[in-house]
């Protein structure tokens, strides 16, 4: 059942979050508020915690959360199940999507979207209905139909598998968008489409975290706000502007502050 | 079931009086007593195994008739020379018996012992049967009671030893075919680094049942490379058994081209927690030889590796068996195991029977095996041929390139290059040369 | 780190294997315990010719010589053959010579088993045989298959109505001898089905044959012969269900198939008899001889199986290639959860020339349960040109499980070419968690997960049978991971 909401609240709200992964702590105190309607970009070097973040979002198994809260439009999120966060509207886009042998596109995302509609109230798709669905938002990303007949990522190239990501998202239609590192392993074309597809998204209800190393993916996908991670806190924050001056900059000067 | 035949059950029988009178009549100590009383027990009662073990599926020891074999008495006169391999310590052991037991001054670290009566170190009543019980074993149980001599090495923890240490068996009956079992028990200490050459040759009809033992302690290193060069009507059981502790690497190469009927038999455990063990096999067989290599690995412990590779080659009315069994038990978590045994069929009367076993009971866990039979490459030996390279040449060049992924994990140039030359010695042709007696 | 997600696989495990019930019928039974009089009640039951009573007698001499296999990798109490009943019928008057003499207690059982035996009901294109406790109950589309010549019966009217080709093809694939349970099979064996298809056949329906175990204390012994002519296609498919009870049943059929020239018989199985309980309590001891002959040139067999209930199975549906130009194939999944032990596989006999085979298997063991992937490929000096493939994959779920591979591999001739790969691997959390980050439950997600490592085999199932063996492969393993 969809969960009691407070609409006032904000999408996102995260306050002094620690989590530690086999006994070492990565998150040391987080604070971040993301309002919906929002994209939010954080940045950091290798190693700061961006991933780690994105999974305790997520429910990933073996994080374990020493301290803080996490509210999700007003509710406890880390109180839920990972198919719960997502069917309540949370996506992650990994960096890393990984291979389900044998399991075909066409059939891993009918099961997924109808747990969403089910869980959502709304009547699950027969087959034709979703096959009608998933053509349209399939060729609006160039996810070609001899790629949804293959297994799960297998074999994909590492552009398809981000577009394959992108195309998950526009059939689950989430609330807050979180983008681990989608424009690692991207060319610039493929980075386009992808941007493109998640831009398409963007609404006064949709909120986005965007995790990446690089600037590079905000060029496509504008950011309201930049923080910036470092040893487990965000060490600054700013506008778009604060993207290019770390281009410029780089991270070499958050090496020191070790929490 | 249908009853066995008398006469194939004296074939198969131990000669256990005869085995008692003699171990009576030895003036040994009372540990190696014991060990080797309770040795002759655990097979009395079943003899040797038959096909319907299924251990020895493939291989039929009744034909063996052990007992016709006589008691190794102990060569006299000069010990023969032998060319070693490379500058090594060179043992050799003549019938079963120690003729040569290496050079007076050993390199810091290495200490070599005569195993015999008057042996009683702490180290050996620890670990002599301790890698290899008897129980289940009939040949490693016929060979604890009944071995004249062998040889202890020990690697004093931390030594990095260089040189090569080379075992040489040679079986040279005088008149009557022999039984002999040489045995032999390594202990590279904890941190310790040694390699062993295992060379297996002679002239005549014997019966060579040696076992091996060695006993790795943690990050301990063996390198061991064994070559099965038998004489042509030599019957060849060899028993190893390797323990290995924690993080200690066994990378072990067996090339067998000799004997009548050869039966290699591994029991590697992985005891300690990221061990590596590797073991590499080719074998050449042609006329009526019997070329056996059966493994046993168990991981026991976690984070385990193991990769066996094994190649054969076979012609004429040969006949090759690769046996090997990957067990990961329930805590050996993280294990890493594969296994792969390819077979080249050369004429239509040769056989290759293989059986490739895993049984797990880890869920987190890499294992695989592959087994392939086959003839040559078709299209690759057109392809040299179509380079104006003679079919002969062509086809003893593939099967040089079938072996040299086997060859190659010899990481020790002079033994590589030595084992690599008995072998292209019996690939002359298309066909594998009958082997002669005298090469060594 | 198997947390949160595995545990609540778990917690559903307390779903009851679903065809449990059990249909109170009267039933006409043999004096319990095994005896050359209860083969002479079965033969006079089933008003047999002398020569078929011989022919039980000279197995059941036979078998009493006869020692259990040991080889297999499984492990149970001794069976008590004396302590079972050898033969159960449905009480009826003169056996139903339509459908609607059938006992509707019978036809109900079956709609609640999903497979409907009213013509009008049933899937367009399946005939179905269905084998309650020890005889056949009803064979539909009779009419149908009359007119292309085609014989779908049971196989105790075979015997009275085609004695020939019964006299001709019983035993001539499985002699009575082969082993322990086929020599048991043979002389105890009450009913099962009869096909023949005559040369240029396609037959254009499934044929299928549902057995049902009900009455307590007895053992199913059916014995299945499909002969396929010249040129003839027929597809078979088999499904098994029993109820839940308390002690151990014994099942042990023999199927023989032939292919001649130019021939191909398909069979499939999807096999759910009760499996025990979560402690391994009750559940049938499945000892199944499954041999196909392709006797004719360029002739086809094709094995294909769900194996998931059963307490023990130890079954090993083989292809004699003895035509030129044959092929046998085996497909196989088989699911053991809780305290279930499989020992499965196949054997590949090649003999004639360029004979083909390939083998693929999926392991899938869960819970206490082993899983034994048993399989001989032997390739004969005869055999030029002969190509195997086989492929052997486990996956464990849970770490009280065991999963191995025991092949035997053997070539004669150096033109053959065998090729044998075997991987064991685990759900990785990864992937669950990925189905799960995109909404679905951790059982919706390991049963799709599952049927992904069992595509390659659940697509050779023909249609109706693929459904219904994937939603099985979920239920299977419901409370598996932990």
Redesign the interface.
Known sequence: MPMATNNEAPLLEIRNLRAKVEGREILKGIDLTIPAGEVHAVMGPNGSGKSTLSYVL?????YEITDGTVLYRGRDLLAL???E???DGI??A?QY??E?????GF??LK??VN??RR?RGESELDAMQFLKLVRKKAADLGVGEEMLKR??NSGFSGGEKKRYEAL?MAL?EPRLMILDETDSGLDIDALKVVAEGVTRMRSPERGMLVITHYQRILDYILPDRVHVLAHGQIAQSGGPELAHELERTGYAQYAGQAA | ?IPEPAERVAARTFPVAELRRRLAARPEADWLRNLRGSALASVEAKGLPTRRD?AWKYTDVGALGVAAYGAAEAPVGTPPAIKSLTETLQLVLVNGFLVTPGPEVLPAGVSISRLDASISAELVQARLGGVLSPEGKPFVALNTASFAEGVVVRIAAGTDVETPIELISLGLPGGEPVAFHPRCLVVVEAGATATLIERHCGKGRYFSNGVVEVALADHATLRHYTLQDEAADAVHVGTLGIALGKESRYEGVVVHVGARLARHEVHAGIDGDRASFSLDGAYLGSAQQHIDNTTWVTHRAVGGNSRQVFKGVLDEQAKGIFQGKVLVE?DA?KTDAHQLSK?????????????????????????????????IDEKALFYLRARGIDEETARALLIEAFLAEVMEQIAVGPVREAFAAVVGQRLGGAHLIRRTDDHW | ?????MD?VRSLAEQKYKYGFITDIEADVAPKGLSEDTIRFISAKKNEPEWLLEWRLRAYRLWLNQ?EPR?AKIHHAPIDYQDSYYYSAPKTKDGPKSMDEVDPKLLETYEKLGVPLHERAILAGVAVDAVFDSVSVATTYKGKLEELGIIFMSMSEAVTKHPDLVRRYLGSVVPYSDNYFATLNSAVFTDGSFVYVPPGVHCPMELSTYFRINAANTGQFERTLIIADKGAYVSYLEGCTAPMRDENQLHAAVVELVALDEAQIKYSTVQNWYPGDENGKGGIYNFVTKRGACRGRASRISWTQVETGSAITWKYPSCILQGDDSVGEFYSVAITNNYQQADTGTKMIHIGRNTRSQIISKGISAGHADNTYRGLVR?L?KAEGARNHTQCD?L???????????????????????????????I????L??????????E?AVS??V??????VLQHLPMEFAVEAQKLVGISLEGSVG
């Open positions: 997520a429910g990933r198994d073996g199940k990972p198919e966060r997502a069917c996506f992650l990994f999507p990984v389900i042998p044998g399991v075909t059939n891993f099961t997924a747990s969403v869980h297994a799960v998950q689950l | 079931m299924e329930r978590q077979a080249l069929l050369l004429s239509d009367r040769a056989e290759m029977d293989g059986k490739p076993e895993l049984e797990i009971y880890a869920d987190d866990v890499k294992c695989g095996h592959g087994c392939t039979v086959g003839d | 780190m198997m947390t949160d997600g609540q020692v080889w390739v000096p486990s464990l779920i849970g770490n009280h499980c065991g999963a191995h591979t025991a092949p035997y591999i053997e070539s004669r001739n150096p033109s053959a070419r065998i090729e044998h790969e075997a991987t064991t691997s685990k990785s959390e990864d992937q968690f990925y189905a799960r980050q995109r909404g679905m439950s951790s919706e799709l997960i049927n992904g490592f069992c595509r390659d």
